[in-house]
């Protein structure tokens, strides 16, 4: 293999580990051998354990930020226009079907997404590369576009908790996979059932926008 080749096969045994045994039960003699490239490798390219781990958040990033790269092209556009409503409810549900569509799909590798829940859940010193890198901004872009869809009926504040209980059942319908197949009769999430899945967040997004808002007491 060469450098580069090496390299990136530790970075995939990486998060086979890393997704099995979380970030304290994998070991970087187990990494080195499931990519059969010498432990000392791991030490060259990522200096360590550590070093690998941070890599594998920062390729999460990545990855994720190359797939909504058209999201966050038409953020940019439709925030310029807050008098752009429908714009921005459209962007909204788009987003979070995409959202459905890593989380739920095939679009993330398994164990991509293991280890992003599994931080997510039990955060790392490491936290802030996954927090800076995707958490904020797009919570702050969904929360930006509820706003401005909902037409000056919806606070920032209040947008900021709405779209927390959101994005937390994708995590959900991502994490509790198979209890979820089970109890709703289905073998697998199939695109028919992410699309059910995508509907039904639908319709939490639009009975949002379009409740009245509380009578001044």
């Known amino acids: 293999m060469e450098k580069k080749d090496s390299k990136t096969a530790l970075l995939y045994s990486a998060f086979k580990e890393f997704a099995q045994n979380g970030f304290w039960g994998a070991t970087t003699r187990?990494?080195?051998?499931?990519?059969?490239?010498?432990?000392?490798?791991?030490?060259?390219?990522?200096?360590?354990?550590?070093?690998?781990?941070?890599?594998?958040?920062?390729?999460?990033?990545?990855?994720?930020?190359a797939?909504?790269?058209?999201?966050?092209?038409?953020?940019?556009?439709?925030?310029?226009?807050p008098e752009d409503y429908q714009g921005a409810r459209d962007l909204l549900k788009d987003s979070f079907n995409l959202f459905c569509e890593l989380i739920c799909g095939e679009a993330l590798s398994k164990d991509m997404k293991t280890v992003f829940l599994s931080e997510y859940s039990r955060p790392t010193e490491d936290f802030n590369i996954?927090?800076?890198?995707?958490?904020?901004?797009?919570?702050?872009?969904?929360?930006?576009?509820?706003?401005?869809?909902?037409?000056?009926?919806?606070?920032?504040?209040?947008?900021?908790?709405?779209?927390?209980?959101?994005?937390?059942?994708?995590f959900v319908f991502s994490s509790r996979k198979e209890t979820i197949c089970k109890f709703m009769n289905w073998t697998e999430y199939?695109?028919?059932?992410?699309?059910?899945?995508?509907?039904?967040?639908?319709?939490?997004?639009?009975?949002?926008?379009?409740?009245?808002?509380?009578?001044?007491?």
């Open 30 to 65: 187990d990494i080195a051998g499931r990519a059969n490239i010498n432990i000392s490798s791991i030490l060259y390219y990522f200096g360590g354990k550590k070093g690998i781990y941070t890599a594998a958040l920062k390729n999460i990033v990545e990855t994720v930020n």
């Open 190 to 217: 199939t695109q028919e059932e992410i699309k059910r899945l995508q509907s039904y967040m639908q319709g939490q997004i639009e009975a949002l926008l379009d409740r009245k808002p509380p009578e001044n007491l």
């Open 130 to 170: 996954l927090y800076d890198g995707l958490i904020q901004p797009f919570h702050k872009r969904m929360s930006n576009l509820m706003v401005q869809a909902g037409r000056g009926k919806i606070t920032l504040q209040d947008a900021y908790l709405y779209t927390f209980p959101i994005f937390a059942q994708l």
């Open 67 to 81: 797939k909504t790269q058209n999201l966050t092209l038409r953020y940019e556009e439709v925030i310029k226009h």
